[in-house]
């Protein structure tokens, strides 16, 4: 869906580095999430934030924090890379009653690959 | 929390054959179930989802049924072609829209 924009789309770095992925959506929703995908683990939620003042701890958030700078951007940073953290990350969005599919459908952005040597 | 299982983690059948992915989930208080379809290298996309007032939902060649008793869902493709062939999720949500996802299953549709 070109409504969620995530940049980068791929990226290599460092053990150590601090790394900043961020998303961008056109949508108009207030409810924002960061995923991350690993092979036969499906989709884990990293952070998720229902508007602006709100930021919320996902089952996975170790290690991950984020900002939430409007109610388009939603950036999820890695302070001190570790290879265990090589994953493909999404980004995601719902809306409210009324919209879509239903009130509670989310959709992704196009993904993020990061490698963390 | 919420606990999602998803078998099988992959399934192979023959093109016009049909496939069934099964979930499970422990949250009683989970009202809604969406499956996402994600094709390789690209992001999931909702294709069929269902709410805990419906036992059943249709749309062409999917269909998705929901037994809340016993806490599993289950989608059904019908009439498999080979651009069905990718990985499947479902989820389950309760009314605060945080989701939990099954593991995955990689649908293979053979020509």
């Known amino acids: 869906d070109a409504d969620v924009t995530q940049t980068p789309r791929n990226r290599i770095t460092k053990t150590g580095k601090r790394i900043m992925l961020e998303c961008s959506q056109t949508?108009?929703?207030?409810?924002m999430y960061w995923y991350r995908q690993d092979p036969g683990l499906g989709l884990r939620l990293i952070y998720y934030?229902?508007?602006?003042?709100?930021?919320n701890k996902g089952e996975i958030s170790d290690g991950y924090s984020v900002s939430r700078q409007a109610q388009a951007k939603f950036s999820l940073s890695l302070e001190s890379a570790i290879p265990n953290q090589t994953a493909l990350y999404f980004c995601?969005?719902?809306?409210?009653?009324?919209?879509?599919?239903?009130?509670?459908?989310?959709?992704f952005g196009p993904g993020t690959r990061l490698t963390v040597l | 929390g919420e606990n999602v299982e998803q078998h099988p983690s992959t399934l192979s059948v023959q093109e016009g054959d049909s496939a069934v992915i099964k979930c499970t989930y422990s949250?009683?208080?989970?009202?809604?179930f969406p499956w996402y379809k994600q094709e390789l290298g690209k992001r999931p996309q909702l294709i069929i989802d269902?709410?805990?007032?419906?036992g059943e939902k249709k749309d062409q060649r999917i269909a998705v049924t929901l037994n809340k008793t016993a806490k599993h869902f289950s989608l059904h493709i019908t009439e498999t072609q080979p651009e069905d062939s990718a990985v499947y999720f479902c989820?389950?949500?309760?009314?605060?829209?945080?989701?939990?996802f099954g593991s995955g299953t990689k649908l293979n549709v053979k020509p």
């Open positions: 995601a969005t719902s809306g409210v009653a009324g919209e879509g599919s239903g009130p509670d459908t989310q959709y």
């Open positions: 949508k108009g929703h207030d409810r």
């Open positions: 934030s229902f508007d602006v003042k709100d930021i």
């Open positions: 949250d009683s208080a989970s009202n809604y």
């Open positions: 269902i709410r805990s007032n419906v």
């Open positions: 989820a389950a949500s309760r009314r605060i829209n945080k989701f939990y």
